[in-house]
């Protein structure tokens, strides 16, 4: 039988071809794909605006920002010249009704706003202007947003606007925005537009029952004068927002501003401290010798006002002694019966120790024994 050779054939030469048709195509796709350099990805760093938004105008009125989705917005101004003003910042989800973002700013001279948070459309309001000139700047940037502030002053003190123009002679409550500082810690500012407030005006501050503080005292209504402006001292206890109120003593046709200066509880600000103790002091100290001898020192007991006790001390040239503090006269604290000696006793209370609503508050060191004298400090507020 005759073999037979058969020749295996190997596909090299075909395979070539379709190799550079294949080439050939990919050449052709990707000739038709722009440059990948030409293309705009997107924003990878934060955006940032910059804009005069009021530049010497007394002109109520408002200016649209640029908007390149920045989420952090301040707003600085000066002023030049006499006159009251209101400026803030405002955002809306639509473009025609605009809802305030940023406090108002009230302050002559100079100061800065701020608001966080993305809006489709951003704008500065000068609200009113009754006098001068405001110059205003925007800055916003895209960076991680930090809290909203206030008005803020290097002097770590935030000013909030409680209410403007309103009427002295109708009562009026407001609820304050978000303590910055979780303290009451500040001052109320209510400056008359008029001759004065009417007689038995009062305001009063208490936290929000949302707050659920425990053992926090609702701030006695603080008595008004007469006097075109009048500074009020709120002494430090802890909460995240406030309620104001206003009562009217009687017919006015004025108004008035109401402003919350609130101060940084753990930063010296070179303003008088409430902490420490509020206005109207009565600080005194009394001294007496003898067996049946003791120190009484009371303040408070004036309607519509409290009494409010901050810091005793108290010390006997020899034997012991005990320190009582009644209300009218129910007692509400005291120390041991033999707690105060020779070496000075101190005690303090932040907040203070208040008395009820018109009560008085009577601070005694009993006998420090016989032929001995007993010294006794007292640091006290009335408001």
Known sequence: MKSEKRQVQYPW????????????????LFAAVPSA??????????????????NGSCAPGTVNVTNLGQTVHI??????????????????NDGTTFFPISDDATVPGQGVVYAIGYYPVVRANLVSCDGGTIKAS??????????????????????????????????????????????????????????????????SVSPLASTFQVGYSVLTPLSMSTAVAQTFGVSSSPATAFSVSYTSGGVSGATFDLYYLFVNPSVPTGLSDPTAQPLTTYNLEATATGAAAGESVGYGGVAALRGFLYSVSAR????????????????????????????????????????????????????????????????????
């Open 138 to 203: 925007y800055v916003g940037s895209s960076a991680s947003p930090t809290p909203s502030a206030g008005d803020y002053n290097p002097s770590q003190s935030i000013l909030k606007v409680v209410g403007m123009n309103i009427p002295e002679g109708s009562n009026f409550g407001a609820t304050l925005p978000t303590s910055p500082f979780g303290s009451s810690l500040g001052y109320l500012i209510a400056n008359s537009n008029g001759a004065g407030f009417p007689s038995g005006s009062s305001l």
């Open 316 to 383: 006997c040239s020899a034997g012991t002694a005990q320190i009582t503090v009644t209300d009218g006269t129910t007692q509400i604290w005291s120390t041991g019966p033999a707690e105060v000696g020779t070496t000075t006793f101190h005690f303090s209370w932040d907040p203070g120790l208040a008395s009820t609503l018109g009560s008085r508050l009577t601070v005694t060191l009993s006998s420090c024994g016989a032929g001995n004298t007993g010294t006794l400090d007292v640091q006290a507020s009335q408001f």
């Open 75 to 92: 707003l600085s101004y000066t002023t030049t010249g006499a006159g009251n003003f209101d400026i803030r910042l405002e955002g809306s």
């Open 13 to 28: 030469h075909s395979l070539k071809n379709r190799s550079w048709a294949i080439l050939g195509a990919l050449f052709l």
């Open 37 to 54: 350099r030409a293309q705009f990805i997107g924003y990878n760093s934060p955006q940032s605006v910059q804009q005069i938004v009021f």
